[in-house]
């Protein structure tokens, strides 16, 4: 019987203790404010990661890319990546944009040891199934064979060797609105002195 209640006991306190620590952690975040312009606290940078691999199917860090990276395959995944991921991660990676700077938590520099640490097949696993619970999409089908999806991890390895040129051709790739590309063209033409009245139509046919 004293058993039992000495157990009780030990229950009772161990609730308590849980009961104050969420307090006092609701009271500080509450009085941090829910703000996604502040860093995430170590204790939430933890908690996230953790359950992202535990969310992670055991098999997806063992899954082999059916691909070999080669010149066209890496070409092909820049426009992908210009096109779909350069928006957050930027072209080179860095998450250096308005948006990625702005996620609660924030896109990663994905040339620096945390990301390329992760395996193959953990970030296949990440591109199609996204990260719950951040700014990160689900770009796939569920399925382990999406070449597109194979294509963006070989890029993300390429990503710390990428030279200048790629990524300046890649800036050609990344998506504009019209506002935007009527502008690029008046400063074209402004530099190449062929706006308004001062362009030559026969000389500058070739440009279109
Ligand atoms: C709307 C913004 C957004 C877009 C678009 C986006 N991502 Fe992400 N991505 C994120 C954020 C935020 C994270 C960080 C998630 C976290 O903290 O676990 C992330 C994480 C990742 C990771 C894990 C890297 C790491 O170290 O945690 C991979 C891989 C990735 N993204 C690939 C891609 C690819 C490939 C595309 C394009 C097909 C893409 N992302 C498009 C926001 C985005």
Redesign the pocket.
Known sequence: MARIVKVFAFVGLLATLAVVVAGVMTVSMIRRGFSARDQPSTIEATL??MM?SWSMTARAATLKSPIQPSPGILRDARS??AD??A???ANDGS?DTQ??RH?Y????D?RGS??QN?TDGE?YF??EN??RL????A?GNGREDSLD?WQ??A??RHLPALTKEEEAEMRKMNPVNPGERSEEKEEEDFLRGTDGATSHPSRNDHSH
């Open positions: 996230a990661s992202r992908h990546w779909h991921c928006i957050c991660h998450g948006i990625g996620l938590p924030r896109a990663p994905m945390a990301t992760l970030l990440i591109v996204g990260v951040t700014g990160m999409p770009w999806s963006l991890v890029f993300i």
